[in-house]
């Protein structure tokens, strides 16, 4: 016998500088002459060698049930072509799974990008383009051996909607 499976949504907020901060760094465009500072991206790469890359996702939706961390570097992601997206986070820990009422997403507006701090649980991105390209950077191996997942489907028969 199948159990229903729960949804719930969480509402997704215009990503800012503050409301970002426990989860990471919001970047946003500066003046080519402007000193290095803390409004920079504070990146983690030491572990490894550093990833660049562009992925292309396609019809994502808005839909989870599992969501993951990295626990060896920080991870920065950016949509190409100014397309708008979401993410889901929660605050790092040092649980396997996080708190389900710690979870938040978050809309990302496509002229910037975000720095998850270490251990950040994310889920994402998620849209609703057919196709977006994503800038990311991490580490060669991130998703190879520093990539721990929790599925709320499976723990919980919960899956999560960003509305």
Sequence with gaps: MSQTVSVKQLPAQWITSENFQPYGQLITPSADDKPYDASDAQLNLQNGIPRFYIMRLHQRGRKFHKITRHVQCTQSLGSLEGKDWCIAVAPPSESKQPAIEQIRAFR????????????????????EHDVVNFYNLELSDTNEIDHFTHDFLKSHNLEFEIV
């Design 108 to 127: 990302i507006p496509g002229n910037c990008f975000i720095k998850l701090e270490v251990g950040t649980w994310h889920a994402g991105p998620y849209f």
